[in-house]
């Protein structure tokens, strides 16, 4: 069955460091999205992605925020200057078209920032 | 009216019970109510979802009850087997913001054997 992969699965970074986090979605998916969830704390939107733009986005997803369709297949989320509070697990997740409202997760990428 | 308010946060049943999570909603233009399970370290994987247009729908031991003129919807498993511990998160969304996930808390089950 085709899945979301997502890689790190762990990531630890310093305080102020750039982070890029990876996925690559359902290869005939088109819908993108990054979600993520503080330890013990509910799943939050930060973005979803289509037609290669963002389409929309969280107060969470500020200015230290980008993601990237670089190649077709790939699908990143960076932080440019870490933050303590951006420890979380970041979850990639994909849609096939916009009649289906299914969303497929990837494992996700724990980021610890020090 | 964005939110989804999910309880109890946290359950304990014993094996072969019916564990039941609750959910409610204020947003109409919600269209779509999925439940998804979560294990430790994993993503969360859809379980089962529903739409407005009935008022329940049943997969195996899973079945979610909706009810569009309380704006709830709650999940059933029959004979809870302790393979079904886990995170579960109810959520909701809709087509007009590009099925955008809105998430309730999430309910940590415990299945004693």
């Known amino acids: 069955e085709p899945e979301v992969t997502q890689t790190p699965s762990h990531q630890v970074t310093q305080m102020g460091q750039e982070v890029i986090l990876r996925c690559v979605p359902i290869?005939?998916?088109?819908?993108f999205y990054w979600y993520r969830q503080i330890l013990g704390q509910k799943v939050e939107f930060l973005v979803s992605f289509y037609n290669n733009e963002i389409s929309e986005k969280s107060e969470i997803f500020d200015d230290q925020f980008s993601v990237e369709r670089p190649d077709g297949s790939n699908f990143t989320l960076k932080i440019r200057s870490t933050k303590l509070e951006d420890s979380a697990m970041y979850f990639c997740a994909s849609r096939r078209d916009r009649g289906n409202e299914k969303l497929f997760f990837g494992s996700g990428t724990q980021l610890s920032v020090l | 009216q964005q939110q989804v308010k999910q309880s109890p946060q946290s359950l304990i049943v014993q094996k072969g019970g019916i564990s039941i999570i609750n959910c409610a909603y204020e947003n109409t233009a919600f269209d779509y109510f999925p439940w998804y399970q979560q294990f430790p370290g994993k993503g969360p994987a859809l379980l089962i979802a529903i739409r407005p247009d009935v008022s329940e729908k049943k997969e195996g031991r899973f079945t979610i009850s909706f009810n569009k003129s309380a704006k709830q919807f709650s999940l059933h498993i029959m004979d809870s087997q302790p393979g079904d511990s886990a995170t579960y998160f109810c959520a909701a969304s809709s087509l007009d913001s590009n099925y955008q996930l809105i998430w309730g808390a999430g309910t940590k089950l415990i299945i004693k054997p």
């Open positions: 290869s005939n998916h088109l819908y």
